[in-house]
């Protein structure tokens, strides 16, 4: 552990729903409705927007709170709920493709970065690079995905 350092005690809030703690499992966790909520109050947008979600957030008060920002919530539906939900299964796999190829490709788990500005910095310029290959491997009529040349 730290030399001299409590840390339990060693946690700061930087955003909202974001909170740095020293050790795992100590950092405060808002629930996931409450997160998104706080995102959709920030976002600026003209016109209604459409959230897809998983099943965490069904409920009469989340929808309602959410209805208020002009936002719709897109869910499949529980097995307690009567009807059909929406068929989302395309739209997820896209997603989960996304947040795979962010983890796995551009090593976003293991980013080293230590603050949150850091992060984004980070973030944004390995998206930058993987377009760059993307978009030399288009020109050079190879497949887009072709990476392992441009990887050390």
């Known amino acids: 552990m730290g030399a001299g350092i409590d840390e339990a005690s060693t946690s700061s809030r930087t ?5 740095v703690s020293a050790e795992p499992g100590l950092a405060h966790k808002d629930s996931e409705r409450d997160v998104c909520l706080g995102l959709l109050g920030r976002v600026n947008r003209h016109g209604p927007l459409t959230v897809i979600g998983d099943k965490g957030y069904a409920g009469r008060d ?14 499949p539906r529980r097995k307690d709920e009567p009807g059909r939900g929406p068929h989302l299964a395309p739209i997820r796999q896209r997603i989960e493709s996304i947040y795979w190829t962010a983890k796995d490709i551009l090593t976003l788990e293991r980013h080293g970065a230590r603050t949150l500005r850091g992060l984004r910095a980070r973030i944004a310029s390995r998206f930058l690079a993987l377009a760059a290959a993307i978009a030399l491997n288009h020109q050079l ?9 441009y990887t050390a």
């Not at 955003?15 to 909170?19: C, K, L, N």
């Not at 989340?62 to 869910?75: K, N, S, Y």
């Open 15 to 19: 955003e909202p729903g974001f909170e």
């Open 141 to 149: 009529g190879r497949p887009p995905r072709a990476l392992v040349d």
């Open 62 to 75: 989340f929808e309602a709170q959410a209805a208020t920002l002009d936002v719709t919530i897109a869910r």
